[in-house]
C-alpha cells in the first residue's frame, strides 16, 4: 500500500507542472498516529507531503461539493462511488475532476486499535500487507492487519474504484465470500418490539453533535433539517424523540445514496453503529431495485426514477 505514496506524488506532480488541474485533494500525515488528515496541494513545491497508507480513511468527496475549479482527487472505491452519486446529483462535474484511482486494501480502525492498547499511547505505527504494529513508551504490540479493519472496509466488496482517469496501481481482489448483511437479517428476525428496542437503545448515548451528519460525504443540504426554524422539524434538546427523529430522518435521506463508506461511525465520538440505519436500506434497494450506490455513472438512482415496471410488492 505504501508504494501508492510515490505514484501519487509523481502524478500530482505531473499534473500541476502541466497546469492540467488547480489542485489536487489528497493526505498528508496527521500530528498523531492513525490519523493522516486531507490536503489541498496547490504548488509542484508541496507535493512531496502527499502520503498513503491505511489510515487514509476520511472520504476525500468530502471536498468536492460546489466547486468551481478543477482538481485532481485521490479515491479509493468508496471515495469513487461518492464521487459518481456527486455527479449524478450536480455537486461538480466530471470535466472538473481528475480522478486518481487508488485500489485499497482497506483502511485501519483507530478507536479499534486505542481499545486494544487499554490506554497506552502510540507513538509509531509501521504496516504491512498483513500486520500492523504500534510501538510506544515501554511497549511494542503487533495485529493481524485483517483484525483491525474499519467495520465497513471487512464487508467491503467494492475496493477497487469504479471511476478513474489513472489507476496507481494494480486491481486487487474483490472478496466474493463476504456476507453483507448477516447483522440486518438478525435484526430483521426480531419482532418489531425488538427491533424498537434495538434501536432505542443504540441510539441512547448520542450527544446529537451531529459529526454523522458533517462528515457524511452524501450530506450536503444547504440547510440541513435540523437546523431549519421556520418550521422547526427537530428540538435542540436531547430529548429522545429529537434524537430518534434525527436518526430516522437522515437515514431515509440516505436510502438508494449510501456507499457504506463508514464516514459517520468513524466520527462517532460515542462509537454508535450508526450504519445499522443506512446498511438496512442498501440492503433493501438491492434487492428491491437491484440497485448498487455509485457503480454506474449512467445509471440513475432508484428514488429519483419512476419507471412503469418498478416492483410494488412492499407498497402496503
Given at each position: 500500500?505504501h508504494?501508492?505514496?510515490e505514484?501519487?506524488?509523481?502524478?500530482?506532480?505531473?499534473l500541476?507542472?502541466?497546469?492540467?488541474?488547480?489542485?489536487?485533494?489528497?493526505?498528508r500525515?496527521?500530528?498523531?498516529p492513525?490519523?493522516?488528515?486531507?490536503?489541498?496541494?496547490?504548488?509542484v513545491?508541496?507535493?512531496?507531503?502527499?502520503?498513503?497508507?491505511?489510515?487514509?480513511?476520511?472520504?476525500?468527496?468530502?471536498?468536492?461539493?460546489?466547486r468551481?475549479?478543477?482538481?485532481?482527487?485521490?479515491a479509493?472505491?468508496?471515495?469513487?462511488?461518492n464521487?459518481?452519486?456527486?455527479?449524478?446529483?450536480?455537486?461538480?462535474?466530471?470535466?472538473q475532476?481528475?480522478?486518481l484511482?487508488?485500489?485499497?486494501?482497506g483502511?485501519?480502525?483507530?478507536?479499534?486499535?486505542?481499545?486494544?492498547l487499554?490506554?497506552?499511547?502510540?507513538?509509531?505505527?509501521?504496516?504491512?500487507?498483513?500486520q500492523?504494529?504500534?510501538s510506544?513508551?515501554?511497549?511494542?504490540?503487533?495485529?493481524?492487519?485483517?483484525?483491525?479493519?474499519?467495520?465497513?472496509?471487512?464487508?467491503?466488496?467494492?475496493?477497487?474504484?469504479?471511476?478513474?482517469?489513472?489507476?496507481?496501481?494494480?486491481?486487487?481482489?474483490?472478496?466474493?465470500?463476504v456476507?453483507r448483511y448477516?447483522?440486518?437479517?438478525?435484526?430483521?428476525?426480531?419482532?418489531?418490539?425488538?427491533?424498537?428496542?434495538?434501536?432505542?437503545?443504540?441510539?441512547?448515548?448520542?450527544?446529537?453533535?451531529?459529526?454523522?451528519?458533517?462528515?457524511?460525504?452524501?450530506?450536503?443540504?444547504?440547510?440541513?433539517?435540523?437546523?431549519?426554524?421556520?418550521?422547526?422539524?427537530?428540538?435542540?434538546?436531547?430529548?429522545?424523540?429529537?434524537?430518534?427523529?434525527?436518526?430516522l430522518l437522515r437515514?431515509?435521506?440516505?436510502?438508494?445514496?449510501?456507499?457504506?463508506?463508514?464516514?459517520?461511525?468513524?466520527?462517532?465520538?460515542?462509537?454508535?453503529?450508526?450504519?445499522?440505519?443506512?446498511?438496512k436500506?442498501?440492503?433493501?434497494?438491492?434487492?428491491?431495485?437491484?440497485?448498487?450506490?455509485?457503480?454506474?455513472?449512467?445509471?440513475?438512482p432508484p428514488?429519483?426514477?419512476y419507471?412503469?415496471?418498478?416492483?410494488?410488492?412492499?407498497?402496503?
Open positions: 500500500m508504494a501508492y505514496t505514484k501519487i506524488r509523481d502524478a500530482a506532480r505531473r500541476l507542472a502541466e497546469k492540467k488541474v488547480d489542485g489536487v485533494i489528497g493526505f500525515r496527521g500530528t498523531l492513525l490519523m493522516n488528515e486531507p490536503v489541498f496541494v496547490r504548488h513545491d508541496h507535493v512531496d507531503q502527499l502520503i498513503w497508507d491505511g489510515n487514509c480513511g476520511i472520504n476525500l468527496a468530502n471536498y468536492l461539493t460546489k468551481k475549479d478543477r482538481v485532481a482527487v485521490v479509493k472505491g468508496c471515495d469513487s462511488r464521487i459518481v452519486v456527486h455527479i449524478q446529483e450536480n455537486q461538480i462535474t466530471r470535466d475532476l481528475h480522478i484511482g487508488v485500489p485499497c486494501q483502511m485501519l480502525d483507530r478507536k479499534g486499535i486505542l481499545r486494544a487499554n490506554g497506552r499511547e502510540p507513538l509509531e505505527v509501521e504496516e504491512t500487507d498483513s500492523v504494529r504500534v510506544g513508551e515501554g511497549f511494542q504490540e503487533v495485529f493481524a492487519r485483517r483484525e483491525v479493519l474499519q467495520d465497513n472496509c471487512k464487508i467491503c466488496i467494492h475496493r477497487n474504484p469504479v471511476i478513474y482517469d489513472e489507476l496507481l496501481g494494480e486491481m486487487v481482489e474483490e472478496p466474493t465470500d456476507d448477516e447483522d440486518v437479517r438478525r435484526l430483521e428476525s426480531l419482532s418489531v418490539e425488538e427491533r424498537w428496542n434495538h434501536f432505542e437503545e443504540l441510539i441512547a448515548s448520542c450527544i446529537r453533535c451531529y459529526a454523522c451528519r458533517n462528515a457524511c460525504p452524501q450530506c450536503y443540504c444547504p440547510t440541513c433539517f435540523v437546523d431549519e426554524s421556520r418550521p422547526q422539524w427537530v428540538g435542540k434538546s436531547l430529548d429522545p424523540t429529537d434524537t430518534r427523529t434525527f436518526h437515514a431515509y435521506h440516505m436510502a438508494g445514496r449510501c456507499t457504506d463508506c463508514g464516514a459517520c461511525e468513524r466520527a462517532c465520538p460515542m462509537n454508535i453503529k450508526v450504519r445499522q440505519f443506512t446498511k436500506l442498501e440492503k433493501d434497494a438491492k434487492e428491491l431495485f437491484d440497485y448498487e450506490v455509485g457503480i454506474v455513472l449512467e445509471e440513475r428514488l429519483d426514477t419507471r412503469p415496471d418498478d416492483p410494488q410488492d412492499f407498497i402496503k
